[in-house]
């Protein structure tokens, strides 16, 4: 500042705060010293650089998690995520959790940073999981089981990775749909978990060797849900899309039908304009209607 004092930039948030040099009123990004509680804001103080956040994490920061939301924010513009991602976001992130894996609140807030960087353009997702994204991500679930936040980041995470093959290959290796599972068995009560997890279950089941893993606990688990939450249309599309992949997966409508899936789609259909527009809902009834007047339907 004025008086030779440093300066520690931090992510914008809830607080509301004044610039000492133009007067404006912010909840943005600024940079603040903490002897004078005086704050500058983004316009009359650049941000830093993606390259140098990433060296701040990659130090060890005395606040991680202040770290990390700031590189999520700078990540929001793809242009910025992209030179994020070439200044080594990837691995430092990866890093920064394996170090602080016990850490409940900075392993969920990880899982997000690696979703944001994973979002938009498919390299992006790529190079998220080259960087060992799902591996890390797949560790969280493991080591917080019983955390709602990190399961539910864990699950988004997951669905953003899982759209491209090497993704989709890492978490049937590591088992992730048993801990997707677990994770709607645990927190079934949170829609944006039930969301995630479908979503994700929907991505990976469109890896061929997805169906070894599809069993019907799989399928029923997502039934049960969808039972309990059939006034959540964001739970209801999810559930379908999970279902439809999965049908095509295992090559059959068994154990959608025999979880009572057809049944629990054609009611979704019914209460939600927005199931009753999706081509897999519209697939899925025409598919077991067929099923249901077959010799195997029987």
């Known amino acids: 500042d004025g008086g030779g004092h440093a300066l520690e930039f931090g992510p914008g948030g809830a607080h509301l705060f004044t610039c000492t040099k133009c007067n404006s009123s912010s909840r943005g990004s600024r940079w603040h010293c903490e002897r004078h509680r005086s704050d500058l804001c983004g316009r009359c103080a650049p ?6 956040v990433i060296q701040w994490l990659d130090d060890g920061s005395t606040d991680p998690s ?9 990540a929001l513009q793809e242009p910025a995520r ?7 976001a990837g691995p430092a992130v990866v890093k920064a959790m394996q170090s602080r894996r016990n850490d409940e609140a900075f392993t969920s807030l990880g899982c997000s940073t690696i979703r944001t960087l994973a979002s938009g353009k498919s390299d992006f997702t790529q190079q998220m999981v080259s ?4 591996l890390v991500v797949d560790r969280a679930m493991r080591d917080h089981a019983g955390s709602e936040t990190v399961q539910e980041a864990a699950c988004r995470t997951l669905r953003q990775l899982a759209f491209v093959e090497d993704g989709r290959k890492d978490m049937l290796r590591s088992g992730a749909i048993p801990k997707i599972i677990e994770a709607v068995e645990r927190h079934g009560h949170s829609e944006v978990l039930l969301e995630g ?6 991505n990976i089941s469109t890896e061929p060797t997805a169906e070894k893993q599809l069993n019907a606990k799989v399928v029923s ?12 249309a964001e739970v209801q599309e ?22 009572g899936g057809i049944a629990l789609v054609k009611e979704a259909m019914c209460r939600h304009d927005s199931v009753c527009d999706m081509e897999e809902a519209v697939a899925i009834v025409q598919e077991g209607q067929r099923y249901e007047t077959s010799p195997v339907g029987h």
């Open 238 to 259: 999810a559930g379908t899309f999970a279902f439809y992949n999965m049908i095509g997966a295992i090559g059959n409508l068994r154990y959608v039908y025999e979880a």
């Open 221 to 232: 688990t997502v039934a049960q849900a969808m039972g309990v939450h059939k006034e959540s």
């Open 197 to 202: 997890a479908f979503l994700a279950l929907g």
């Open 47 to 52: 941000a830093p650089s993606a390259a140098d």
């Open 131 to 134: 960087a060992g994204g799902v």
């Open 82 to 88: 992209d030179a994020a991602l070439k200044a080594g």
């Open 66 to 74: 202040g770290i990390l939301r700031l590189l999520s924010e700078l």
